[in-house]
């Protein structure tokens, strides 16, 4: 047992069971009498020193120096940049946790990886180490920025890397910040982190460098695992996705739209819905504006009055109300005295909200002046509003530009999303 160190490959043989892999240091938060290993298919457990007969080092852990490939120019190939934000995708363990931490750069993606090089001429850019949870519209805001410089700048597409659990509201609000888009702009992440043998960060990177080096696709999209094996990934415009699982790697579907695209791993693209923009000459621009103040607020049975007031204090807040966009009776006095824009989404993430069918859905449109988001889910009515907002205050211009199909957010007509 004193022999063994971390990082070594052992053999623990206890009083029933032999269990084989890498010996990992125990994070502080756990017992002190707990041994973590971790297994050959990427996963740890932790065993009771108690009932530990004996430990057997297999093989010595060496440190090996990170080596410092760069990222040679292939004649014929298309630009793609990776920009790499943080997130499970770039993972690794943190010994003081035992959770992991965002720390692996673009260019580790491609050493790992190393059939990106035979797609596209590759440059590396990191340029934040952010868990997704933590983002906001800062960090969008320099998303933006990054990928207009690189767009401009020769890159034929570019790939953003950063955690799922927000990633539908970055990839919409990079659609409404990307102005002009002529290239392809891809968010893709991992559910399973990298040291993981099920990981599905390798194949969700390939497919996004994939499509950014050969789509004629001009958006911004999302990238991640269709299904749950490794039979394809899907395209999703960005503010027609939403993360619908919280391990599944198939967790991203479009919604209220059908997907543009499925990317196989052998670099075939094929299309599944035609109503996309396409490349072009034009010269991408990144909004610098977004309004922060706004509020997103779901509502429910029983839900009091005065929980609303809070808002009030608020530019703008989004209520995701129930079915076709109902909100209780106790919250219209509430809402009659907001004078502020107020969008009525539908919880129901499917669907869309309609302001005409029953008697409060016509004292919040007409009356009350509620902004009804159509076919948008809640997510992406709360990321347009704050970049409406970050461009006006007047609530007429406000509702005007919330109602207009900016970035695909709106269809005319859904009902095949559950196709996928």
Same mark, same amino acid.
């Not at 596209?120 to 850019?125: D, E, M, S, V």
């Not at 899907?234 to 990317?263: E, Q, W, Y």
């Not at 996309?276 to 610098?288: D, F, L, P, Q, T």
């Given at each position: 047992m004193a022999d063994a160190k971390p990082?070594?490959?052992?053999?623990?043989?206890? =009083?029933?069971?032999?269990?084989?892999?890498?010996? &990992?240091?125990?994070?502080?938060i756990l017992d002190r009498n707990v041994t973590v290993l971790k297994l050959e298919n990427g996963y740890n457990i932790g065993i009771d020193n108690s009932k530990i007969k004996k430990i057997e080092v297999t093989e010595r852990y060496e440190a090996k120096k990170p080596a410092k490939h760069a990222?040679?120019?292939?004649?014929?190939?298309?630009?793609?940049?990776?920009?790499?934000?943080?997130?499970?995708?770039?993972?690794?363990?943190?010994?003081?946790?035992?959770?992991?931490?965002? $720390?692996?750069?673009?260019?580790?993606?491609?050493?790992?990886?190393?059939?990106?090089? $035979?797609?596209a001429n590759l440059k590396a850019k990191k340029i934040m180490s952010v868990m997704s949870e933590d983002m906001?519209?800062?960090?969008?805001?320099? &998303?933006?920025?990054?990928?207009?410089? =690189?767009?401009?700048?020769?890159?034929?597409?570019?790939?953003?890397?950063?955690?799922?659990?927000?990633?539908?509201?970055?990839?919409?609000?990079l659609s409404f910040l990307l102005k002009n888009l002529s290239k392809p702009v891809i968010v893709t992440g991992a559910q399973r982190s990298i040291d993981r043998g099920s990981s599905d960060a390798f194949m969700n990177l390939l497919c996004s460098v994939t499509a950014a080096a050969k789509s004629d696709i001009a958006e911004v999209m999302v990238c991640m695992h269709g299904t749950t094996n490794d039979d394809y990934c899907l395209l999703i415009k960005g503010t027609k996705v939403r993360k619908m699982h919280t391990s599944r790697r198939d967790a991203f579907r479009p919604i209220n739209d059908l997907p543009i695209a499925k990317v196989f791993e052998n670099g075939k693209i094929e299309i599944v819905n035609e109503d996309y923009m396409k490349r072009s000459n034009?010269?991408?621009?990144?909004?610098?504006?977004?309004? $922060?103040?706004?509020?997103?607020?779901?509502?429910y049975p029983g839900i009091k009055p005065d929980v609303i007031n809070i808002y009030k204090k608020y530019k703008g807040v989004v209520i995701a109300a129930t079915g076709l966009g109902n909100i209780p009776n106790a919250l219209l006095g509430e809402i009659k005295d907001m004078k502020i824009p107020v969008v009525?989404?539908?919880?129901?993430?499917?669907?869309?909200?309609?302001?005409?069918?029953?008697?409060?859905?016509?004292?919040?449109?007409?009356?009350?002046?509620?902004i009804f988001a159509e076919?948008?889910?809640?997510?992406?009515?709360?990321?347009?509003?704050?970049?409406?907002?970050?461009q006006t205050?007047?609530?007429?211009?406000?509702?005007?530009?919330?109602?207009?199909?900016?970035a695909g957010e709106i269809t005319e007509r859904s009902g095949s999303e559950f196709l996928y």
């Amino acid at each position: 047992m004193a022999d063994a160190k971390p990082g070594d490959s052992v053999r623990i043989i206890t =009083e029933t069971e032999e269990f084989s892999g890498i010996l &990992m240091p125990r994070p502080e938060i756990l017992d002190r009498n707990v041994t973590v290993l971790k297994l050959e298919n990427g996963y740890n457990i932790g065993i009771d020193n108690s009932k530990i007969k004996k430990i057997e080092v297999t093989e010595r852990y060496e440190a090996k120096k990170p080596a410092k490939h760069a990222l040679k120019e292939k004649t014929g190939l298309p630009n793609v940049t990776i920009i790499s934000t943080g997130g499970t995708i770039s993972s690794k363990v943190d010994y003081k946790t035992g959770g992991v931490i965002a $720390d692996y750069t673009a260019e580790d993606f491609v050493e790992m990886l190393p059939e990106l090089a $035979d797609i596209a001429n590759l440059k590396a850019k990191k340029i934040m180490s952010v868990m997704s949870e933590d983002m906001t519209s800062k960090e969008w805001l320099a &998303m933006a920025k990054a990928a207009e410089e =690189e767009l401009n700048s020769g890159a034929d597409g570019v790939v953003i890397t950063q955690g799922t659990d927000t990633m539908h509201f970055t990839s919409a609000a990079l659609s409404f910040l990307l102005k002009n888009l002529s290239k392809p702009v891809i968010v893709t992440g991992a559910q399973r982190s990298i040291d993981r043998g099920s990981s599905d960060a390798f194949m969700n990177l390939l497919c996004s460098v994939t499509a950014a080096a050969k789509s004629d696709i001009a958006e911004v999209m999302v990238c991640m695992h269709g299904t749950t094996n490794d039979d394809y990934c899907l395209l999703i415009k960005g503010t027609k996705v939403r993360k619908m699982h919280t391990s599944r790697r198939d967790a991203f579907r479009p919604i209220n739209d059908l997907p543009i695209a499925k990317v196989f791993e052998n670099g075939k693209i094929e299309i599944v819905n035609e109503d996309y923009m396409k490349r072009s000459n034009a010269k991408a621009e990144a909004i610098s504006e977004f309004e $922060d103040d706004v509020a997103l607020l779901y509502t429910y049975p029983g839900i009091k009055p005065d929980v609303i007031n809070i808002y009030k204090k608020y530019k703008g807040v989004v209520i995701a109300a129930t079915g076709l966009g109902n909100i209780p009776n106790a919250l219209l006095g509430e809402i009659k005295d907001m004078k502020i824009p107020v969008v009525i989404a539908a919880q129901t993430i499917y669907g869309r909200v309609h302001p005409l069918v029953y008697a409060n859905l016509r004292e919040l449109s007409i009356k009350l002046n509620c902004i009804f988001a159509e076919d948008m889910h809640p997510e992406t009515a709360y990321v347009k509003l704050g970049y409406v907002l970050g461009q006006t205050s007047d609530k007429e211009k406000v509702k005007e530009l919330m109602l207009a199909n900016i970035a695909g957010e709106i269809t005319e007509r859904s009902g095949s999303e559950f196709l996928y």
